[in-house]
């Protein structure tokens, strides 16, 4: 059973609009939650991070949003941009299971010019 | 060289041959762990090292040996796989368990 979903295979966005990914979990012990980004034939690359106590975190074009009443997480990017073109990934760990990530199946992103 | 480096990048194997794969990190993290991806499945965590003891094996086969001789090296010793097991291979390090940071992968194919 998976801990942690990512319900939208894939996503289509217009360059300089928003993109939201989304992510749900379902271990209500998960307190820390990260994005990693993916581009073909390279390994996962960190992205953004929350800690469950906040339920925001930006870190430029990147918004993280958790609702932890929702088990709910989200990635915002704005404005999108041709490069953001990847496979996301969201991953979320508890302190108390030695901070062990578990990833969703992830969701590729695709900005058209 | 800097962050996460792994060797081979792709490597084409029988099942009854013998391979190893290879993991270095230059970040000074105190923790190092493997990885499956395979195709349209999440991360699957294979093994973790925290100081160079495993900690974690998460019901890995047997035919599948970790070895980390420093808290800076990660190898992965492979034999007599299957052709399901022909997957791209992660490696990562962190510090603490936080943030990891992950090399480009190992592409195996298992004929």
């Known amino acids: 059973d998976q801990q942690v979903k990512q319900n939208s295979p894939s996503l289509s966005v217009q360059e300089g609009r928003i993109s939201i990914l989304n992510c749900d979990y379902t271990n209500s012990m998960f307190d820390y939650f990260l994005w990693y980004k993916k581009y073909p034939a390279e390994g996962p690359t960190f992205l953004i991070s929350?800690?469950?106590?906040?339920d925001k975190n930006e870190d430029g074009r990147f918004t993280v949003f958790l609702n932890k009443s929702a088990k709910h997480l989200s990635l915002h990017i704005v404005p999108s941009q041709p490069g953001d073109s990847a496979v996301y990934f969201c991953a979320a760990s508890a302190r108390n299971a030695g901070n062990m990530l578990t990833f969703g199946g992830g969701t590729r992103l695709m900005v058209k010019p | 060289e800097t962050g996460v480096t792994q060797t081979p990048r792709h490597l084409v194997m029988g099942m009854t041959n013998k391979k190893s794969l290879k993991c270095e990190q230059h970040l000074g993290h105190n923790a190092m762990y493997w990885y499956k991806q395979s195709a349209k499945k999440p991360l699957e965590l294979m093994f973790v090292?925290?100081?160079?003891?495993?900690?974690e094996n998460n019901s890995v086969p047997s035919r599948f040996s970790p070895e980390c001789p420093n808290s800076s090296h990660l190898f992965l010793h492979l034999h007599t796989l299957q052709p399901e097991d022909s997957a791209l291979y992660l490696c990562a390090s962190s510090q603490d368990h936080h943030e990891q940071y992950f090399g480009p992968g190992t592409r195996l194919t298992v004929t």
């Open positions: 929350i800690s469950s106590i906040k």
């Open positions: 090292y925290n100081f160079k003891e495993q900690t």
